[in-house]
């Protein structure tokens, strides 16, 4: 048995026992967020992998990464055949895009690299035209990558799920492989002003962390996963306009709002824009007027499809 099936098992297995576990478990634990959008899921475009991660560029093309293929993908339309952008480069990681149009993408994202990244950080961040597909090192010593998160400033926050490192590239290309700690992490995003770290953690307790930018050393545990999503495995986080995280699950099957994180807005709470959606791996706002658009939240899966998510439209 090849290593890419090997590592498919070992990463489908346990998905398929919680999934199993959850059958007799109480559905749809967080209550339905109050000002959700109307209209079911709707696929836009597929990808023949395990979709790990979404981003979208200015000009409204979405790029997506497969966790088995290592390729990046780009979709200039809903309803488009997604193009493969690269071969084989190892991108099986988070995707984000910087403000050059360029394409910053993790490496690394699979059972070796995680366990051992936090004490043996040798992964990479690849730099990728979205024209060409050419690719390059943008920095390397980075633990099995995972999420992948882009501050205003131009830093680069990254993620490990098999560990606790949350790492970090200054723009002057200082890489810091453990910056912060959080168990499990896996999606990760930025506030708009650049001055928190929002994470996922996964598994053991299920729940989103914030860390302050000038003081890593004390993350806070945000809000926390209700008894009956103990097993609903978030992933991939993205934030709405307002500076929400929503976060997308693998076993619950829902997409989760936060609540509460504004100034004033009382306790942070969960609570869900859809449900039914299972196996979800990331979550992304579209960008400018057309293609996929601004406001519009899109949906990635292990199953490879990409769904636009009219519950979690932004205004």
Known sequence: MGFEWTRALRVLIPLAVTASALVAAPAQAAPACADRGEGAP??????????????????GRMFVTGLYGGRVYRIDAPGRTPVPLTGNIGANGGVVVRPDGRLLVGTGNDVLHSVTGDFLPVSELLLVDPETGASSTYASGLGGIDGVALAPDGTVYTTTLGGRGIGRVTPDGRVTPVWAKVAQPNGIAVSPDGRAVYVVQTTVAPGLYRIPVDDPGHPSRLVSAGPADVLALPDGLTLDRAGRPLIATHASGQVWRVEGVEEGAGAPRLCAVESGLHLSTQLVYGRGAGSFAAGRLYRAGVDGRILEVPAGAAG
């Open 42 to 59: 709707v696929e836009v475009a597929r990808v023949p992998d395990w979709a790990e991660s979404i981003a979208v560029d200015a000009a």
